[in-house]
């Protein structure tokens, strides 16, 4: 398994914007699993399970890594999924929707962390627009790296992802400082 692939196809994409499909990665980033343990996390049956792995499977997301008894095991075939792709109307309820769940997961990562964020609804809707435009702005740069298809580790991403902020910082300051009102450090 590659610890990072980085996602840039719009149909990929697509794939993956289908709740079930996205449920299941999440569930294989915990573990390795059958169609039968899937489908009783999902509360699904195994065709329509099977469907949907079959789909993952033909993209590239998981694969046959075993059997267990009678049963297939898959598994991630990457730790992380960057996803990064052009705007695009199909998608962008499900982007919208990601980056509002992002947003979420960083207010509760500051607050288990004893920060306190002033209005916790500026900040989500500051944090998610944040998130968009640095998205939007290092698409080139992981479109190129993206098809070069190299096998980053995971701190490879960290730093080059911090490397694109900083690209973008000049741009950013206004926000950033109304994230630093926000936020009591």
Do not use: W
Not at 54 to 60: F, H, I, N, P, R
Not at 144 to 169: G, R, W
Request: proline share 2%; with cysteine; charged share 35%.
């Amino acid at each position: 398994m590659r610890e990072v692939i980085i996602v840039t196809d719009l149909d990929k994409i697509k794939i993956l914007a289908e709740p079930t499909r996205f449920k299941i990665l999440e569930l294989l980033r915990k573990q390795p699993m059958s169609i039968s343990e899937l489908s009783t996390f999902l509360k699904k049956d195994r065709s329509t399970v099977y469907r949907h792995i079959k789909v993952l499977e033909k993209a590239g997301f998981v694969e046959k890594i075993g059997h267990e008894r009678n049963e297939k095991i898959y598994a991630r075939t990457a730790r992380l999924f960057l996803l990064k792709v052009e705007p695009d109307e199909s998608i962008e309820e499900f982007r919208r929707q990601y980056l509002r769940v992002e947003a979420s997961r960083l207010l509760e990562i500051l607050k288990k962390s004893g920060i306190k964020v002033k209005d916790e609804k500026e900040f989500l809707q500051l944090t998610a627009q944040v998130l968009k435009e640095i998205e939007d702005s290092s698409r080139p740069f992981l479109q190129k790296i993206s098809q070069a298809d190299l096998d980053l580790k995971e701190v490879e991403l960290f730093h080059l992802l911090n490397l694109l902020v900083f690209l973008q910082s000049c741009e950013l300051c206004e926000k950033a400082q109304k994230m630093k009102k926000l936020i009591d450090l």
